[in-house]
């Protein structure tokens, strides 16, 4: 079946401009997690949706950073003004319930590159 | 806090020698721990994931880990490498207490394997 897809795979913008950077998770999937990897680190948590709820959005970096999931399906992350700092790999991942222990699947992720 | 460490940030081998990718942990609550692979240019894979039931798991492609709570050690291991085997590896941690699991990744470690 598919699994977890994003789109653009690559990204690169100009300082400054504003990007959005989508997310189709696995059908049917209540929860959603967006993870930020930089070059040579492991993923950072960034947000988290139950549904169309977003439960906790400690992890974004700053307030330049935005997520939604209106519909509780395909979710959207929103850069604004992006910094040369932002360059990173943006992954999604979703699971089937909200369980602690629900096993993840995970996009191939949007590797974004700010000039 | 949770929080995971991998002891190796290269492990090579020839193939068909053993392998042994290093995790500790640290985790206030009895965690669920989890090990990801991540070839190039593809997404996060789960390989195998440990939630307080049988302490020596058994995962995907032959690699299996063992809990050690007194040792707060996770690692990853294999018998007799492959080259398909050539990754990044992640140990992961997750409270088991609470609901959904935000996913804490170490560092990663690259596992190369020589013909």
């Known amino acids: 079946g598919a699994g977890v897809s994003q789109s653009p795979r690559y990204k690169v913008a100009k300082r400054g401009q504003d990007v959005a950077l989508r997310c189709d998770p696995i059908s049917g999937h209540v929860s959603l997690f967006w993870y930020q990897q930089a070059l040579g680190q492991g993923p950072e948590f960034l947000t988290y949706?139950?549904?169309?709820?977003?439960?906790?959005k400690s992890g974004l970096p700053s307030d330049r950073f935005f997520a939604e999931r209106p519909e509780g399906s395909v979710s959207t992350l929103k850069i604004q003004r992006t910094q040369q700092e932002d360059s990173a790999v943006y992954l999604c991942?979703?699971?089937?319930?909200?369980?602690?222990?629900?096993?993840?699947?995970f996009g191939p992720g949007t590797r974004l590159t700010v000039l | 806090a949770q929080s995971v460490t991998q002891l190796d940030s290269h492990v090579s081998v020839s193939e068909g020698t053993p392998v042994l990718l290093r995790c500790n942990y640290s985790s206030s609550y009895s965690p669920s721990l989890f090990w990801y692979v991540q070839h190039p240019n593809k997404g996060l894979q789960l390989l195998l994931k440990y939630t307080s039931a049988a302490t020596l798991v058994k995962g995907i492609n032959g690699f299996e880990a063992e809990f050690k709570k007194s040792e707060t050690s996770f690692h990853l291991t294999k018998p007799s490498a492959h080259m398909s085997d050539a990754a990044e590896y992640f140990c992961v941690v997750t409270p088991i207490s609470g609901g959904y699991n935000k996913l804490i990744f170490g560092a990663g470690t690259r596992l190369a394997v020589h013909p």
């Open positions: 949706f139950q549904n169309e709820a977003q439960l906790d």
């Open positions: 991942a979703s699971s089937l319930r909200d369980r602690n222990t629900d096993t993840q699947y």
